[in-house]
């Protein structure tokens, strides 16, 4: 979870159906150490404590205990602090799942810049879900042709040349030959050509 977007009323309902996040703490948030784990700090890692929040909001937002995780990235000289409700992965493993939130945000972001879906055919939950994974499912089964078919167009052209041709009986491993370039030009052709070049 972003910081951006941590008021901690929201992982109340997190804690509650048995998930946990991962988030980074801001540099303003007020809490007391309650016990700390030892840690390698060769690794990276600087804490691993158990919290409680102190903040007059915050710790009436969210009572629970929270785990406190201090890690030096040694490539951005940078020191990171995370949060997390999950007490049982190893501190390192935390620090690693942060680290893939940043490939969840790229997927999301190349979801709004190549599935384009121009009306939803139903508003309810339920269906945008559903139209939305069945446009996540087509793109990756056009990546999975790209792939074993070895086509060389990106797979944004892909999906424009099967929107057009996607009634014609003609198989797909055929569609994307290579045509030559003087395809459909008849040399005993008795018609003008446009262009006499």
């Not at 159906?17 to 784990?37: E, G, L, N």
């Amino acid at each position: 979870m972003d910081r951006g977007y941590l008021d901690f009323a929201r992982p109340v309902s997190i804690h509650q159906a048995s998930a946990f996040f991962v988030t980074r703490a801001k540099s303003s948030f007020q809490f007391m150490r309650r016990y700390s784990r030892p840690v390698d700090k060769s690794s990276g890692l600087r804490c691993d404590q158990t919290i409680g929040l102190t903040g007059r909001v915050t710790a009436k937002d969210y009572p629970e205990p929270l785990r406190r995780i201090g890690y030096h990235d040694a490539q951005t000289d940078k020191r990171l602090t995370f949060l997390t409700t999950n007490f049982l992965l190893d501190a390192l493993t935390i620090t690693a799942l942060y680290k893939a939130r940043w490939q969840v945000e790229l997927f999301f972001k190349w979801i709004k810049s190549h599935l384009r879906i121009k009306a939803f055919y139903g508003t309810s939950e339920n269906a945008v879900k559903t139209q939305i994974w069945i446009a996540v499912s087509v793109y990756v089964l056009v990546a999975i042709v790209k792939k074993r078919l070895g086509l060389t167009q990106s797979l944004y052209t892909i999906l424009q040349f099967l929107s057009v041709s996607i009634f014609e009986k003609t198989p797909i491993s055929t569609v994307f030959m290579q045509v030559p370039e003087n395809y459909g030009i008849d040399k005993n052709a008795n018609q003008l050509l446009l262009f006499n070049l």
